[in-house]
């Protein structure tokens, strides 16, 4: 079956970086599309960055440019370089990812999703 596993997530202090890796199987020939959500408590997801099928990388919070990059290292990995964070990134990360190519958040949003990873930023 299709799963997504998520790593990478942990607590760092405020101008520090991680990098989120999700590792997709169960797709016999690898997502189209990929990315990344994340979810604030008691708030729905929301999605922070894309890479379709056609290698277009899109980056919905306008917070996040120029901050958090998005790539795909192969047809199953995928990576979330996220630079100067700040507290308000704090939030649990989710991969997304879909048989069929997207185009929009709300596309990417309605495929397969990992189990979350929490990122933790303090002032």
């Known amino acids: 079956q299709v799963q997504l596993v998520e790593s990478g997530g942990g607590s760092v202090e405020a101008g520090g970086a991680l990098r989120l890796s999700c590792i997709a199987s169960?797709?016999?020939?690898?997502?189209?599309?990929m990315g990344w959500f994340r979810q604030y408590p008691g708030k729905e997801r929301e999605g922070v960055a894309g890479?379709?099928?056609?290698?277009?990388?899109i980056y919905w919070p306008n917070d996040v440019k120029g901050r958090f990059t998005v790539a795909r290292v192969n047809a199953t990995t995928m990576y979330l370089q996220m630079n100067d964070l700040k507290p308000k990134d704090t939030a649990v990360y989710y991969c997304?990812?879909?048989?069929?190519?997207?185009?929009?958040?709300?596309?990417?949003?309605?495929?397969?999703w990992g189990q979350g990873t929490q990122v933790t930023v303090s002032s």
């Open positions: 169960g797709f016999a020939s690898g997502p189209q599309c």
């Open positions: 997304a990812a879909r048989t069929a190519n997207c185009y929009s958040e709300r596309s990417l949003g309605s495929g397969y």
């Open positions: 890479i379709f099928g056609d290698g277009t990388t």
